[in-house]
């Protein structure tokens, strides 16, 4: 009994002295700081959803390991993901989990899709939470909201930019500028929002007849009826414009079936899920080769090093806009919150807001250059321009950016 | 010229695709129909012979060599024997006491199948998830873009290779199923315990036994097709989704009850859906689809094949 009593008195003084030498240590933890990420983590966009993710949580993992938020005591930054599902329901239904499971979230990045994103924001814009995102549709910062930006060009942005630039190089290349231009694209709201810039600001402006115009509703079960179309017009330049792989998979082929594929009516498309890693093992390079994909970012000249790194860790053959703008995206948080000193959901949306960067977190962005209008979108944003060359999608347009030179597909 | 070409076009591309749609409900109906079990799984099935094909066709093609193509349609007849086994340990094991015993005074409800097969369906998906990931997946093969092509520029018509394949080989299949159920003692059977299980019972069929076969021939059916169906269509753990309201809707419309019914209710799914793109926009071809479903729903709620007497 004696030995027990002293066995136990050793014990408790070996406890009580461990709590008093850890107690002042733990009272300088950093808190933790959280950030959201809502994005399609199943559905048939799981892909881009996963992408996202990988993109994040290196951030959090680089920031964490440099110290996290010096201007907050090292605080480390959390990651906290939630599945954004296959519809704006489930992606809004996400929202607001996200918010009730985690009352301490400090910022949020997501949702992939516009309409996802649209829903998602209606959510968060109510609780004041902080969020960024790299979606297009010009009605995410369109609607007044006071707690969203938008780190890619909007869809209006993209579609301004992007014919005239696909049409300047074919006329360097052919000496010919194309008269005739063809749609097929899908029915979601950010293609539709892109679509309706191009039909209403720039096929008159760049004196284009549009002689095919074919929206489909995602799965496309078949492409023959959309694809005959286009074979009987034959325009100098078709987009098309499918969200998932599978979409695009059966456009293509039914090209190639139509003997209309392989650069004999060129092609242009839109979204970095058309210049994923999963469109080569699936749909093959040759295919592929020659299309022109229009992304809000992507692999760059300037972020090379960067790059490399980032497809090492992440063992993914190159780095997609659902990658480096997630990246980019905590690091821009990041930022904020070292400036402001505080994790105060208004005052860090404030500092978001007032970000004017052109080193740092703006090197995961091309363009190199992140300052936010009132509205919340990003000033300058520069449309980039990929083609798929060699079984691999490289940036070719803006100059500055450029990995590769654009070579105009040859019509046979 | 070219408003019959793009009919004809048409009408090619909806018979293959209808095909195809045709036996996937076939496959639902042996289930719906025989067993009056509501079968919320029945997509996830289809997606696993996608994955089996997937696997069994990369290994054929590795080891002897032979095109992807063809490798596929020996991983989908491979798939027949081994989910044919799945069907029957699962019902079995879990499905049968749930299943609705009409020859005794036990009953279950839809409900408890719904619950269940959704239960079922989510593990098979996030299954899939976790050993396959979100990466879409497809057996990549030139027969997807290769045509036999008749007519002249003016005209011309193209049939896919690959589509016009796997169509007769579901067609095939569906025939060689409707032969086991309408010529052999098996079938005979399994159309008695779906007809009057209680008379069946009397005169000494083991109901639940066929109840089993007809669970196990459909799964064999639906990843027979799904096996082959991965040759043109990428997938992922979620791709049953996209068919399983196809499916539901072609058994309904074709005849509850009804096997060819329920191949014809695919066969014209497949049709209307195609053949909506000569009227409307191809954004609204489900919508056009639902509105054919609803009011054959409202004006022959038996199913256009089927018999009243069957919902009885």
Redo the contacts between chains.
Sequence with gaps: MESITRRYFVGALAVVGAAITMTPAMAQQPAELKVGLVAP????N??S??LMKAGAELAVEDINAKGGIASLNGAKLKLVTIDAG?SPEKAKSAAQRLLSQEPDLIAGIGAWLSSYTLAVTEVTERAGLPWLTFSYSDLLTGRGFNYIVQTSPTSGEIASASVPSIMALAERATGKRPKTFGIVAD?TLSVQSFVGGIKSNVLKAQGLELVVD????S?L??A???I??VR?ARPDLLLIYPV???DA?AIL?KM???GI?GGRVPVMTVNPSNASP?ML????GD?LQGMFVVVGNWESKQQAALAEQLRRRSGEPWVTEDMISSYGQIWLIKDALERTKSADRKTLMDAIRATNVKNGPADYFVGGDVRFDKMGRRVGAPMVLLQWQGGKPFTVAPESAAMATAVWPKSQ | MAELEIVAQTMIAALMIGCIYGALCASLSLIFGIMRFVNFAHGEFMAAGMYFSFLAAGLLTALIGVTPFLAAVIAALMAVPLFYGIGRLLHVGLLSRISPDLASATSHTHQSQLVVTLGLSLILQNGALLLFGSVPRSISNPTTTEAWTFGSDDFMLFINKGRFFIAALGLAAVVVTQLILKRTSIGARMRGAADDAVAAVLVGIETRRYYGIAFGISLALTAFMGALIATYYPFHPFVGLDFLIIMYAGVILGGLGSFMGSFLGGLLIGIVQQASNLFVPIQLQNAVLFLIFLLAIILRPQGIFGKQAARV
């Excluded at chain 1, 983590?41 to 048939?44: A, N, R, V």
């Excluded at chain 1, 093992?281 to 093959?284: K, L, M, T, V, Y």
């Design positions: 983590f199943s559905g048939p799981a892909r959803g996963a296959d029915s074919e929206t489909f509703t799965p079960s078949d023959t009826s959309a005959q179309k009987r998932n792989v599978g998979k082929e190639k079936e139509f594929g999963e093992s699936n749909i093959g295919l």
